[in-house]
């Protein structure tokens, strides 16, 4: 990219290097997900290899260059070099998902699921995972986010409190029945009712997109952290796009499902721990919008 920075015009899509090299050794693999910010500006990344068969995963043991594919959705976007809009986990290939029963056990230790007050409530958890539900409750809160359709400005992305939400962003407001009906060729942010605590000794990624949920995608950007929600909990933000048809969703219809992974060690920095841009209630927008936490 340009010194200052290079503007990616929505409808395109982009083949970028990144700025690093991997050399992995044959008990491991590398896995990508977007960056919250990314997910939430609605830009469509996914990260390529040298003779790779997959998006967003290397062989065991790649060792070579490696390249985003990025296609802004509904903005125009400025974007920055050297600031990240892609993530890279480092797996062993033997798998180290937790089971239904190991899921339910830490739950039980930590916690995993709270209510919209942040005490503990049940979850529901099968088929190596634990669900999450949408929330679109008539409680007076704001019931999430719709992206205005070709909007003049762009976006910037890797700067804070730089953008305006209301040139990009109209608000939803909840219905009477707790319902709302999702358009193709809009893009929505929307919550979990569900306020989520990750334990410090696992982190867990939103399962990715299934026809058998629905014509829809629920997130881009999936990936929980160690110590992500902190003691209380933080809402799940749902990056959503429908497929091809409208799509009527009602509150507390299951959204999402969290799979959860063993970490070889506890960070020495959590993510609940201090101060951290996408914690709290409700959806949030990206960093780059003015008083991104609030609206």
């Known amino acids: 990219l340009k010194p200052e920075g290079s503007l990616l015009e929505r409808g395109h899509t982009y083949i970028l290097p990144l700025a690093v090299d991997l050399s992995l050794s044959e008990q491991f693999r ?29 062989k ?6 490696l390249y985003l594919e990025a296609t802004p959705l509904s903005f125009d976007c400025h974007v920055y070099p050297f600031r990240p809009l892609t993530q890279m986990r480092i797996e062993t290939v033997r798998g180290v998902k937790l089971t239904d029963e190991e899921i339910a056990v830490l739950h039980s230790e930590c916690g995993i ?51 305006n939400k209301e040139e990009f962003w109209s608000r939803i407001k909840p219905t009477p029945n707790g319902d709302l009906i999702l358009h193709p060729n809009s893009f929505y942010l929307l919550s979990t009712h569900e306020r989520v605590v990750i334990p410090p000794n696992v982190c867990a990624t939103m399962e990715e997109y299934s026809v058998s949920m629905g014509e829809f995608r629920s997130h881009y950007a999936g990936f929980f952290d160690n110590g992500f929600g902190g003691k209380t909990g933080t809402h799940g933000v749902l990056e959503f796009r429908s497929r091809d048809l409208p799509i009527r969703f009602c509150d507390g219809q ?10 070889d ?31």
């Not at 590398?30 to 290397?58: I, W």
């Not at 065991?60 to 260059?65: E, I, N, T, V």
């Open 30 to 58: 590398a896995v990508f997900s977007p960056k919250s910010t990314t997910g939430r500006n609605d830009v469509f990344v996914r990260v390529l290899t040298e003779q790779g068969k997959m998006f967003d995963q290397t």
């Open 60 to 65: 065991a043991g790649y060792k070579g260059p």
């Open 254 to 263: 299951p959204i999402c499902r969290l799979v959860f992974y063993k970490t």
């Open 113 to 163: 699921v709270r209510d919209q007050n942040g005490e503990v409530t049940t979850p529901l958890i099968s088929d190596g995972g634990l669900y999450l539900h949408l929330d679109l409750s008539n409680n007076g809160r704001t019931a999430g986010y719709e992206s205005r359709q070709n909007p003049e400005g762009h976006v910037h992305l890797g700067k804070k409190e730089l953008d």
């Open 265 to 295: 060690e506890i960070p020495e920095k959590l993510y609940g721990a201090g101060d951290n841009n996408y914690t709290g209630a409700g959806p949030k927008f990206a960093k780059n919008f003015k008083e991104f936490s609030q609206w």
